[in-house]
């Protein structure tokens, strides 16, 4: 499997519903979905800088890790919501400048995702996603297993 690949359609809508539920700027911004399948995480957000946005035209891509993705999915739907979310929290646009800033997020003071969600689920989403990504590990360590003799 490729380390960088297309998002599927039903992928992007969902997404792009984040983006509208999540992003409030008035700012437009250019996004760029793409996938990777070694992404440690679910999701990461990248902002381009000043010269690949001058020739791209793209602002941020949002890096999905879809193998991650299905895996938290498949025990809770929410826990991928709140984990995008969280992710989503760390952009900030200067509306004076229109710089875009994407700050490192910070479970243990992210203190809005807590009071909208709920200590409980928020610490559920990170336990799903560090279980899912150390089974993904697992699956491309096995995969990579050499029996030749």
Not at 23 to 43: E, M, Y
């Amino acid at each position: 499997m490729e380390r960088y690949y297309s998002l599927s359609e039903d992928v992007l809508e969902v997404l792009n519903t984040y983006v509208s539920k999540f992003l409030a700027t008035t700012v437009r911004l250019n996004i760029v979905f793409i996938g990777d399948s070694k992404l440690k995480k679910l999701i990461k957000i990248k902002k381009y800088n000043d010269e690949d946005r001058f020739i791209t035209g793209n602002d941020i891509k949002i890096i999905i890790n879809k193998s991650i993705w299905d895996l938290i999915e498949k025990d809770d739907q929410k826990a991928v919501e709140v984990l995008i979310k969280e992710e989503f929290d760390a952009i900030s646009v200067n509306l004076e400048t229109g710089k875009i800033k994407v700050d490192k997020p910070r479970f243990n003071t992210n203190k809005n995702l807590i009071e909208k969600y709920g200590y409980d689920i928020v610490s559920r989403a990170k336990e799903l996603e560090e279980l899912a990504l150390s089974q993904a590990e697992d699956k491309a360590n096995d995969a990579e297993v050499d029996i030749s003799i």
